[in-house]
């Protein structure tokens, strides 16, 4: 049985919870008689009893109107000996046992006037089953609103769990298509540091052995009782090796130069992973924009493959209050969408501007363009023109999402066969997802 199924008997029960017996008034019963049932303290709970035609309701009169009816000036006399039909009220409301309590809210209260001086019929099949009290019906929407909004709490926690685990499985997906060009541009300077290494190596052979023969000659010379034979031999073997190329100094220093550069490239890849990494970091940063841009241009040079150009057109820009690891990862979704999209050789351009109030950034390629009945839909979760297997679709969905948590927008403007423009705005007092939230 499904949940909706479920949460619709629930109602069921809750309406069927709430008949009150009471006993029908048949149409033929005199005024005076139903007064005196009134008088009956069982029925002191009911605003009005039934009056029923076998088992069929066909009216209903209640206690404010038999008052009315009975405190006027000789209203006994004139409405005494009358049949109920005469005072009832023949168009009461009817509510089926089966009706979701929410329905049976609706149909009450819409017919409902004040002061509140009848109660509800309850039936199954048309069939009377007992009376409703009005009262009792608000309570038990209240109960059921209260328990929904519990529900809706918790829906919503589970939302906003849902929400990171799908902005970190993007943020994994995207790391690993990243990870082959990383790696790549990691082993470059890693290669010529290590081939550096062993060159200096061969170096540090040579001056060794260059020493030991210096340290030889000093031996025999501060020796008390050093042939002059000895002497010749220690003074030739380091003739000898200095006959050797003696450039070594200076290709050493170079080596240390180019090697500490190496380095440094590795050291920058990994701070930028670093950055990219912590996106679920609780904290803000003051940023300057363009060198996230950079940040993403470093970890995109796998798709870029220096075939695709990238133009950069910064402009001064304020440091704004981000979370910067968060719009890494929209800058660089948007370089390895831009990347793709490249069929061949290309260019995307990377401009950054201040507009009145806001902070510009512009991503825009020569690719192949989007077409016009796919545009509006490309930030709908999990939508993907990609093959199966090959993009998960909440790359740009994620991405709008981030910006919009940080005050800002993205438009995007296409011309298939010419390229795509996509325009991130984020407001220069720029305020973090946590002060948006609250």
């Not at 209903?60 to 209203?75: C, D, E, H, K, T």
Request: glycine share 6%; aromatic share 6%; hydrophobic share 45%.
């Amino acid at each position: 049985m499904s949940p909706h199924m479920d949460a619709a008997m629930a109602e069921q029960a809750q309406l069927r919870q709430l008949v009150i017996s009471a006993p029908g008034i048949p149409p033929h019963l005199l005024v005076s008689e139903v007064a005196d049932m009134f008088m009956d303290e069982s029925h002191g709970k009911l605003l009005s009893l039934p009056v029923l035609d076998g088992d069929r309701p066909v009216g209903l009169i209640s206690r404010a109107r038999m008052q009315q009816v009975l405190f006027r000036q000789y209203g006994r006399e004139l409405f005494g000996k009358k049949p109920v039909t005469a005072i009832m009220n023949d168009a009461p409301v009817v509510i089926e046992s089966d009706m979701a309590l929410n329905e049976a809210s609706k149909a009450v209260t819409e017919r409902l006037k004040f002061p509140v001086t009848e109660d509800f019929i309850i039936t199954e099949g048309g069939r009377y089953v007992g009376m409703g009290a009005v009262m009792h019906l608000l309570n038990a929407m209240e109960a059921q609103l209260a328990a929904q909004t519990e529900d809706l709490a918790v829906a919503y926690k589970q939302l906003k769990a849902s929400q990171l685990q799908l902005i970190q499985s993007e943020k994994m997906a995207s790391l690993g298509q990243m990870v082959a060009g990383v790696a790549h541009e990691i082993n470059t300077p890693l290669g010529y540091v290590k081939n550096n290494i062993e060159m200096m190596e061969m170096f540090f052979d040579s001056n060794r052995a260059m020493v030991a023969a210096s340290n030889a000659l000093a031996d025999a010379l501060l020796a008390p009782h050093c042939t002059e034979q000895e002497l010749q031999e220690r003074l030739a073997a380091l003739a000898e090796l200095r006959q050797q190329p003696s450039s070594e100094a200076d290709d050493m220093l170079k080596l240390f130069a180019d090697t500490r550069f190496g380095v440094d490239q590795i050291s920058e890849i990994v701070q930028n992973l670093k950055d990219f990494s912590r996106l679920d970091r609780a904290t803000a940063d003051d940023v300057d924009l363009n060198e996230c841009l950079d940040s993403a241009v470093l970890l995109a040079r796998n798709v870029l493959k220096n075939r695709v150009e990238v133009v950069r057109q910064y402009g001064a820009l304020p440091r704004i209050s981000c979370m910067p690891s968060q719009l890494n990862q929209v800058f660089l979704n948007m370089l390895s969408n831009a990347a793709q999209a490249i069929e061949g050789p290309g260019r995307i351009l990377l401009k950054t501007e201040t507009e009145e109030d806001w902070l510009k950034i512009t991503v825009q390629d020569t690719g192949k363009g989007i077409p016009a009945d796919v545009l509006p839909r490309i930030f709908d979760p999990f939508f993907t023109t990609k093959p199966v297997g090959q993009g998960t679709g909440l790359g740009l969905s994620i991405s709008y999402q981030i910006v919009q948590q940080h005050g800002g927008d993205i438009r995007v403007t296409s011309q298939p066969g010419k390229g795509t423009r996509f325009t991130v705005r984020l407001p220069l007092a720029a305020r973090t997802p946590q002060e948006n939230a609250a």
